[in-house]
Each structure stands twice: as structure tokens, then as C-alpha cells.
T-cell receptor, first 114, second 111 residues
């Protein structure tokens, strides 16, 4: 298993540009989520999905869109990048139900918005 | 989610045990205690979780106080690879899979 994969590893955007961060998992997990981590801070939840076709907002959803058309993929779209979105983005996945399954995190995408 | 309090940082010598405390005085009866760690430039990884009884796995042990208001993650023999930020997280049973990360404890392992 490749686990959770994220692309790209690094990205630099100009203010106002849009882009999509890719996340894929091959463990047949129903639950997937996106977090952002600012320097020296813990992770904060952006959006999550409990299965294909179902998404919901986390703690900091503004400026981001998600969709879940397949179990494997959960892309995160930045509609109009702002410097405040400079951060490291992590995708995670796990089995749904109960909340006490191990969550698997991807290696992260480091995004800089100038 | 109920709040947890952890020291900002701890130091340990290689091959010695490390005891990482976590206070969670407002924990409710259905909250599970989870630990994740984040190595430098990597995503978090699961370490261990428990409810009331002490738990052991290949990575660590989790000691839970009888009143559940605190817990301790124990790394039995620290290696340089254990240098990371360790997060103590409370998860309400049935509350889904959302994780609320605090600041964590940064562990430095000295050779």
C-alpha cells in the first residue's frame, strides 16, 4: 500500500491564483480530511468527508472547496489564493465509525502565496 | 472537544525513558485519549490511544490516572528518531473522526 499520497510537495502561488492540492489513499478508507499547519502551531481542520459524495466544513473552511467523487481521492481547491493561506497542508484518512481508528496522514504540501 | 494541557518541551537522553504528561481535567466519561506524534517535516502519525486502562503497543505505553484527569505517554527507551512533537488529543466516542490538535510537547533526544 502507498498509504496517503499528496501532490505537489511544494507550490508557490501568486495572490489571486487558484490551484488544487491532490490527495489519494489506497486503503479503502471512508473518512478523509484536510488540515493546515501554520509555523509553530498544531493542525487545524479545513474540510472533511465521511464517504464519497459527502463533505462538511471543519474549523477553518473559508477560501477552500472540496469534493469527493470517489473513495480514493479528496482534492482541496484554493479558489483565489491569499498570503494568509501560506501553510503546510496535510491530508488524512481512516475508517469511519466510532472515531477510534488510527488516522493516516500524508507527507504534506508546503504552499507559499506571495 | 475537551481541552488538554501539555508542557511545551522536554529533553531526554538517548536510551532513557521519556514520560510525557497530559492534563485533561474536563474529560468526560466517553472521551478517549489519543496520542499522535509529528517528526520534523512529516505528517502526524498515530502512537496510541486508551479509555480507562493502561495500554501498551510496540511504540509506547499509555498510563491513565484513575480519575482520568491526566495521562502519561511513556517511551521506554528514547532513540534519536523519537525526537518529535507529541500531541495529546481527546476524542468523544461517536463524535466522528475529527482531531483537535493543541500545541503539543516538543521532545528533544540528546545522544
Amino acid at each position: 500500500n502507498a498509504g496517503v499520497t499528496q501532490t505537489p510537495k511544494f507550490q508557490v502561488l501568486k495572490t489571486g491564483q487558484s490551484m488544487t492540492l491532490q490527495c489519494a489513499q489506497d486503503m479503502n478508507h471512508e473518512y478523509m480530511s484536510w488540515y493546515r499547519q501554520d509555523p509553530g502551531m498544531g493542525l487545524r481542520l479545513i474540510h472533511y468527508s465521511v464517504g464519497a459524495g459527502i463533505t462538511d466544513q471543519g474549523e477553518v473552511p473559508n477560501g477552500y472547496n472540496v469534493s469527493r467523487s470517489t473513495t480514493e481521492d479528496f482534492p482541496l481547491r484554493l479558489l483565489s489564493a491569499a498570503p494568509s493561506q501560506t501553510s503546510v497542508y496535510f491530508c488524512a484518512s481512516t475508517f469511519s465509525g466510532g472515531g477510534n481508528y488510527e488516522q493516516y496522514f500524508g507527507p504534506g504540501t508546503r504552499l507559499t502565496v506571495t | 472537544d475537551a481541552k488538554t494541557t501539555q508542557p511545551n518541551s522536554m529533553e531526554s537522553n538517548e536510551e532513557e525513558p521519556v514520560h510525557l504528561p497530559c492534563n485533561h481535567s474536563t474529560i468526560s466519561g466517553t472521551d478517549y485519549i489519543h496520542w499522535y506524534r509529528q517528526l520534523p517535516s512529516q505528517g502526524p502519525e498515530y502512537v496510541i490511544h486508551g479509555l480507562t486502562s493502561n495500554v501498551n503497543n510496540r511504540m509506547a505505553s499509555l498510563a491513565i490516572a484513575e480519575d482520568r484527569k491526566s495521562s502519561t505517554l511513556i517511551l521506554h527507551r528514547a532513540t534519536l528518531r523519537d525526537a518529535a512533537v507529541y500531541y495529546c488529543i481527546l476524542r468523544a466516542h461517536g463524535a466522528g473522526n475529527k482531531l483537535t490538535f493543541g500545541g503539543g510537547t516538543r521532545v528533544l533526544v540528546k545522544p
